[in-house]
């Protein structure tokens, strides 16, 4: 199965940005789907991107203006700009992908990366 390894996390103050890459080790094209997930200390882990193949993406509330993700298929990177972020955006960021045919059953993880923002 293809592998993800995220990157890009750290610390950064209120206000500012980072970016997110998460490498595969073969072709992103050979997901059905792909999403970012976090998880904060003591919370559960919710989604903060998806998209399905061939169709467009989709943003949690309250990451939308803020966030946007993207993909380099000749790469194989999916992205996640961050901007604008919030001492509540602090968490582990999963990239995620779906080798079912749905392309909404996440089987293949990547191992985090921190991302901490100060206030």
């Known amino acids: 199965q293809v592998q993800l390894v995220e990157s890009g996390g750290g610390l950064v103050q209120a206000g500012g940005s980072l970016r997110l890459s998460c490498a595969a080790s073969g072709s992103i094209l050979s997901f059905n789907g792909m999403a970012w997930y976090r998880q904060a200390p003591g919370k559960q882990r919710e989604l903060v991107a998806d998209?399905?193949?061939?169709?467009?993406?989709n943003y949690a509330d309250y990451v939308k203006g803020r966030f946007t993700m993207s993909r380099d298929n000749a790469k194989n990177i999916l992205y996640l700009q961050m901007n604008n972020l919030k001492a509540e955006d602090t968490a582990v960021y999963y990239c995620?992908?779906?080798?079912?045919?749905?392309?909404?059953?996440?089987?293949?993880w990547g191992p985090g990366t921190q991302v901490t923002v100060s206030s």
């Open positions: 995620l992908g779906s080798t079912y045919p749905s392309g909404y059953e996440y089987d293949v």
């Open positions: 998209f399905i193949s061939g169709g467009n993406t």
